[in-house]
């Protein structure tokens, strides 16, 4: 027969979100491991033995009772796991902070190429200026 897991306060608990889907996946085997040794394997096999109801009721109550708790369960996990995602209006912020810093990139990048410009346009001037006054001693 497998070892008993160790107690749940000595099993590493997973941070949600850490590692994503694995941590959550590895969390609900570690529960499920802890939880299997619950389910009355005694009754079960008393059942397989004797024909008394009494034995099928104590079962079918042991097993509804784990079904509730395993759907307590998954319903934490999904909530859990809902708290995680971004909500709508986080992303629309990340969204905004991003559109945002590209806006300064891009404005930054403008006034670059504008003094870029300005630059040219003076030793354009210039350069007019010479050949006008070359041509007019000419």
């Not at 749940?8 to 939880?35: I, T």
């Not at 109550?61 to 909530?79: N, T």
Request: charged residues 30%.
């Amino acid at each position: 027969m497998a070892e008993p897991p160790p107690p749940p306060h000595q099993q590493p608990q997973p941070s949600p979100g850490a590692g994503g889907r694995e941590d959550m996946l590895a969390c609900v085997a570690a529960l499920e491991v802890a939880l299997l040794p619950c389910l009355p394997a005694r009754e079960l096999q008393a059942v397989d033995r004797s024909l008394q109801s009494s034995h099928q009721i104590d079962v079918e109550r042991h097993a509804r009772d784990f079904m509730e708790a395993a759907k307590k369960l998954q319903s934490y996990l999904i909530s859990l796991q809902r708290e995680d995602q971004p909500t709508a209006e986080d992303l629309l912020r990340k969204e905004i902070t991003t559109m945002e810093e590209e806006l300064k990139i891009k404005s930054e990048l403008i006034a670059k190429n504008k003094k870029l410009i300005e630059g040219w346009q003076k030793e354009l001037k210039e350069q007019l200026g010479k050949h006008v006054t070359e041509l007019e001693r000419v």
